[in-house]
């Protein structure tokens, strides 16, 4: 079994920063890829970004320039470093893992962490 750990949400004011977190802990598994997605109210989950182990990155158009992707593989962590952000960026932020787990690739789920932008 594998748990997502997540933090750094809040509200912050159009333009600021914010940071989340991801930490993945369990047994055996092997991890593909690591990424956030976001949902807002009404709408669909949607990709932000995400990144291979060997660190290919890839982002939501809406993002680029703004967003950065990183990830410790001794940690088994992933972080999303968030810059001026919008109120369109308002959300709840959801880490995604994806692993190989007794031979069988599974994709994990965080709690969703809250990210408020106000204008």
């Known amino acids: 079994q594998v748990d997502l750990v997540e933090s750094g949400g809040g509200l912050v004011q159009a333009g600021g920063s914010l940071r989340l977190s991801c930490a993945a802990s369990?047994?055996?598994?092997?991890?593909?890829?690591m990424g956030w997605y976001r949902q807002a109210p009404g709408k669909q989950r949607e990709l932000v970004a995400d990144i291979t182990r060997s660190g290919i990155t890839n982002y939501a158009d809406s993002v680029k320039g703004r967003f950065t992707i990183s990830r410790d593989n001794a940690k088994n962590t992933v972080y999303l470093q968030m810059n001026s952000l919008k109120p369109e960026d308002t959300a709840v932020y959801y880490c995604n893992l994806y692993s190989i787990q007794m031979a069988w690739g599974r994709t994990n789920w965080g709690q969703g962490i809250q990210v408020t932008v106000s204008s």
């Open positions: 369990g047994s055996e598994f092997n991890i593909i890829t």
